[in-house]
């Protein structure tokens, strides 16, 4: 495949404001852990977001992997462990994780950066995108879903307060991928989410 087993990631930047337009497209923001997946072969490894591997952590999980419908993959994903009404449930997650219960545990995946030996990280997010999901469709593999992708933000934010999601994420349709802090990506939280974390740093600074 390649010698890279691990890339580090793009992030997005905070944004207020949903940017609106064709130019932009818009994902749900899961609340998980980051995640890459690389699979070459048979073997499937797993890391954090920082680059620490994570397969030998979580065997089981890893194991559901292993049939993904390519050769070899880096996929950029978000692992959750989904709750009551489908929504994440980011506080029950490292419990999953640590007691047996990982084949709960779903990635959500919204990326693709290496595949079958080509580096895919010069091509557009949309192109990305629809690479992703070939493989991910033929291998059925209820662990690994993609991320679905919306052109209207607004409604999207909308929905993730609806459903106490943690907000969206927009991506610019033809941006490639980047490590690091990026402005092709924008974060924006919903506003409960936001009224959560100016409580938290109140009782912060007043405790």
């Known amino acids: 495949m390649t010698s890279v087993l691990f890339i580090r990631p793009c992030n997005p930047t905070t944004a207020k404001t949903v940017p609106v ?3 932009w497209l818009h994902e749900p923001k899961l609340d998980g852990y980051r995640l890459q997946v690389v699979k070459e072969g048979h073997q499937v490894r797993i890391y954090s977001r920082r680059g620490n591997e994570w397969t030998e952590r979580l065997p089981r999980f890893v194991a559901t992997l292993a049939d ?19 929504a994440p449930n980011f506080y029950g997650l490292p419990a999953a994780m640590r007691r047996g219960r990982q084949r709960e545990l779903v990635a959500f995946a919204f990326d693709l950066l290496y595949r079958d030996g080509n580096d895919l990280r010069t091509l557009p997010l949309i192109e990305r995108r629809r690479r992703l999901e070939r493989p991910l469709t033929r291998s059925d593999i209820p662990s690994l879903r993609l991320v679905e ?3 209207d933000g607004v ?19 033809l941006s490639p ?3 690091g802090p990026s402005r092709d990506w924008l974060k924006i939280k919903t506003a409960t989410r936001r009224a959560a974390n100016r409580e938290r740093w109140r009782l912060f600074e007043t405790g």
């Open 155 to 173: 409604k999207l934010l909308a929905l993730a307060e609806r459903f106490r999601l943690k907000g969206i994420v927009s991506k610019r349709k």
């Open 149 to 151: 992708a919306f052109e």
């Open 21 to 23: 337009g064709d130019p």
């Open 68 to 86: 993904i419908t390519c050769r070899s993959a880096i996929i950029d994903a978000e692992l959750c462990l989904p709750g009551a009404g489908g």
């Open 177 to 179: 991928y980047r490590s």
